[in-house]
């Protein structure tokens, strides 16, 4: 079921097959913009996003992310409104990768993470996160755009993720059992432009909805548990290999986004 912001909030007062439904306090609540754009120019892009993880440089793949406002290599603006992240193979020797499992560096690449953090509370008890994206899917090709904790891990939610094929992984930590929700969904040509979009609604005093959307499409509800009052940044990378396979591509790989956006209910 697809269904646009207003019309999700409309759906509590109506009633929607198939769709659990917000709070009573989205009907009452002001929506407001917290993130839109963001890749109009470099100022904008560096007013809103911070290059690299939250962490660092290395994560769980064998890709080392470089970029800084003097180092446009791997992250950069590719034409009106789109964001870029270049992935090259290197042939060298750069050691193993910091982060569990330690796979040898084989790729540079790029990252940002957003400076608004998403923090589902009592005062903002929904949140709408999407974009659209130009993603790899090659065997070794790792892209991602993604929720995780500030303060601790778990929480983790993620919007967008592809793992060496062309089905999208949306995924929740569920955190009360120790577990993942995951809803596949195979997409037709993911290196074209489609959207992907995250609504998280706050469901009880520690818990959150998130329902997920391809192409407009609702594809999957995911409960997440002990999610209300933790912050999470907002993490658009380029990995490669771990989860998606190897070897990986010999050359370059781009991914693409545009139109990213954040939002949010004020009670």
Same mark, same amino acid.
């Given at each position: ?11 509590s007062?109506?009633?929607a097959?198939?769709? *659990? ?13 917290v ?9 904008a ?5 911070n ?6 440089? =290395? ?8 970029? /800084? *406002?003097?180092d ?14 270049? *992935?090259?193979?290197?042939?060298? =020797?750069?050691? &193993?990768?910091?982060?569990d ?10 990252? @940002? #993470?957003?400076?608004?953090?998403v ?8 949140w709408?996160v999407? %974009? ?33 094929? +062309? ?15 995951? &809803?596949? +969904?195979? @997409? ?17 005093? +520690?818990?959150? =909805?998130? #329902?997920?959307? @391809? =192409? ?21 990378n380029l990995?490669?290999?771990?989860? /998606?396979?190897s070897?990986?591509?010999s %050359? ?16």
């Open positions: 079921m697809a269904l646009s912001r207003r019309g999700f909030l409309a759906a007062c109506a009633g097959a198939g769709v *659990a439904l917000p709070t009573a306090t989205a009907r009452a609540a002001t929506w407001e913009t993130l839109s754009g963001s890749f109009a120019s470099y100022s892009l560096e007013s809103a996003w290059y690299r993880y939250p962490w660092g440089s =290395d994560h769980n793949g064998s890709a080392r992310m470089y970029a /800084s *406002a003097s446009h290599n791997h992250v950069f603006l590719d034409g009106s409104g789109v964001l870029a992240i270049r *992935a090259s193979r290197i042939n060298w =020797d750069e050691g &193993t990768s910091s982060a499992p330690h796979l040898p560096i084989r790729y540079h690449s790029g990252a @940002v #993470h957003a400076k608004q953090q923090r589902v509370t009592d005062q903002f008890p929904n709408e999407k %974009g659209e994206f130009q993603a790899p899917s090659a065997r070794g090709t790792w892209p991602a755009f993604w929720l995780t904790g500030v303060n601790s891990w778990p929480p983790e939610s993620d919007i967008l993720e592809y793992k060496g094929d +062309t089905r999208n992984w949306s995924n929740t930590y569920r955190n009360a059992d120790g577990g993942w929700s995951s &809803t596949t +969904t195979p @997409v037709a040509n993911p290196g074209a432009w489609h959207s992907y979009r995250a609504w998280i609604a706050k469901v009880s005093a +520690t818990d959150v =909805d998130i #329902h997920y959307y @391809v =192409d407009d499409k609702w594809v999957g509800q995911h409960r997440g548990a002990n999610f209300v009052n933790q912050p999470m940044w907002i993490i658009i990995q490669m290999e771990g989860s /998606s396979g070897s990986g591509p %050359g370059d790989t781009l991914y693409r986004a545009r139109d990213v956006y954040v939002g949010r209910t004020r009670a």
